[in-house]
């Protein structure tokens, strides 16, 4: 869990500057990366601040460009923007970061694919 605002923006600037190494870029970071998005944008604008980012991260990372899921990183966005309105107005970025990361970094990937394509029947 985060214990700064300092220690949250060190993992947004290491991933969009790619200095963050792919095998260090985890789970948790994503949903970091996101709730910084979110605290300046809706969720259009934080979902094509990801995909430009996600993409720029494997394309410097040499990652398959088939690894970049639209429909996962929608979900995910999403997700996190509601798990945010359950927080009181004016939490702190370490309080929302830390919550939604308790809430959320369980959930499995394969879960969302499976949700996603449910989702679309």
């Known amino acids: 869990m985060f214990s700064s605002e300092s220690e949250i923006h060190e993992v947004v600037r290491g991933f969009e500057t790619c200095k963050t190494d792919k095998t260090a870029?985890?789970?948790?970071?994503?949903i970091t990366v996101a709730v910084c998005y979110l605290q300046t944008?809706?969720?259009?604008?934080?979902?094509?601040?990801?995909?430009t980012g996600l993409r720029r991260f494997v394309d410097h990372h040499g990652v398959a460009r088939e690894k970049y899921s639209e429909e996962v990183t929608?979900?995910?966005?999403?997700?996190?923007a509601e798990k945010l309105t359950e927080l009181t107005p004016g939490a702190s970025l370490v309080d929302q970061c830390n919550y939604v990361i308790s809430s959320i970094a369980h959930i499995p990937a394969s879960r969302v694919a499976t949700e996603e394509s449910l989702a679309r029947s």
């Open 25 to 30: 870029f985890k789970h948790r970071d994503h």
């Open 41 to 51: 944008m809706d969720t259009n604008g934080a979902v094509e601040r990801m995909r």
């Open 74 to 80: 929608i979900y995910w966005i999403k997700l996190i």
